[in-house]
């Protein structure tokens, strides 16, 4: 049997649904295998949570936990932290460095990914359509004149680094930026404001399912709200279709690209992307590499639709860590 530490928590405003997503591995483990451990990563403590809810300090120069005077060591660390330190590149470089296996993509696709700038920088060149886009360090000028003339109205307006579209604001008019600007600054000192994309949203699961890259049946957004925010995205305010009611023909083309961009990061583990598909042509907003696997997350439910149960996809990304 092999000791897996399921991480989960985090620094940032999603820890709550990273708790959900590690509680939902550690049920769905196989557990003629594995035994799960709970291990609680906050920035005042890092501990193994046992089922009787009590904890134990984590000793941070080994990754190792000690209970009831025995020592436990972990064959693999599955990574269900949402945002920093699990989805920046923090965690993948301590484990790295200890030599233990992990189940997330190495710590500079985790890094580079996580800034939405960055990312679309690079995969750029491969051809990959993205938004026009307007950037903002805390501190610099907000010339709302010069934002609204390069990027139009409506626009978006995102942290660089955040996820689970917290910070995030649809802005109709100049006069609205400031606050915009405002709310994001509150999530991330880096700002990333976008044209708005008129188009049908998309979300691609890519993931390496025994050995082989594989794109997970892609799902539709329809959100309610004016667009796939946090209550879209985790109080119901949002229609998922699984598969997405679009052409066969726009199918392998959104499927190729979010492969592509798996591909050209030379990415493990698991992969999110977002596309909003305008004329045609898909054009990509982000790639999450700690994608949510709450029940109502969306890798689960292209894993479903692909045939694949949670106990199959959770015992893949364990084993190909080895």
Known sequence: MKNIAIIMGGYS????????????????????????FRIHIFEEKWVYVDGNDAEFPIDKNDFSTTVNGEKVNFDCVFNAIHGTP???????????????PHTSCGYYQAAL???????????KPYGIK???????????VIDTAEITAKVGMPCFVKPNKAGSSFGISKVKTEAELPI???????????IIIESF???????????????????????????ENDFF????KYQGKSQEITPARISDEMTKKVAVIAKRAYEVLKMK?????????VNGEPHMLEMNTIPGLTTESLIPQQAAAAGISLEDLFTNAIELSF
């Open 269 to 277: 583990g698991f992969s999110r992307s977002e596309f909003i598909l």
């Open 130 to 140: 993205t938004a026009i886009s307007y950037y903002l360090n805390k501190g610099d």
């Open 86 to 100: 699990g989805e920046d590149g923090l965690m993948q470089a301590y484990f790295e460095l200890l030599k233990i």
């Open 197 to 223: 994309l008129d188009g049908t949203e998309v979300s691609v699961g890519v993931i390496n399912y025994k050995g082989e890259i594989v794109v997970l049946p892609i799902t539709e957004i329809v959100s």
């Open 13 to 36: 405003s999603e820890y709550k649904i990273s708790l959900i997503s590690g509680n939902v591995v550690y049920n769905n483990l196989d557990k003629s295998k594995y035994n799960g």
């Open 113 to 123: 990914t996580f800034n939405k700038r960055d990312l679309l920088s690079v995969l």
């Open 229 to 232: 925010d946090y209550e879209a």
């Open 180 to 190: 915009a600007i405002a709310m994001a600054y509150k999530e991330d000192d880096e």
